[in-house]
């Protein structure tokens, strides 16, 4: 990944407000806005987010063990929130060390 420093958060945010064709933020871009989640109201372009538990944390303010708890609930309201396109019926509550395994023949 891209990691984090000053350099690599200005990146993403820049590219967040100025790009118009679709973006797909995942892992260091997630992390890379987490402190700046008003940026969200500011994308200018379609947004696809894929945060694990630990990630949507940070984005929320929650503990891991809160997201947890309520995955479809916590990425309803992030979504409704930051006018983010989300289906809940295709959110799996699914044990993400688990589906790793399965994904990569672990």
Known sequence: G???????????????????????????????????????ESVK?????TPHPAEMARLTGKTTTQVNSSRIKTATEFAKKYGIPYDPEKFKETDHDELHAQVHGE
Not at 45 to 49: D, E, F, N, T
């Open 2 to 40: 891209m990691g984090r420093s000053e350099g690599a958060d200005a990146l993403v945010r820049a590219l967040l407000t100025q790009l118009a064709c679709p973006v797909v933020l995942d892992a260091d871009g997630i992390n890379c806005i987490a402190g700046s989640i008003e940026l969200y």
């Open 45 to 49: 372009a379609p947004l696809i987010v």
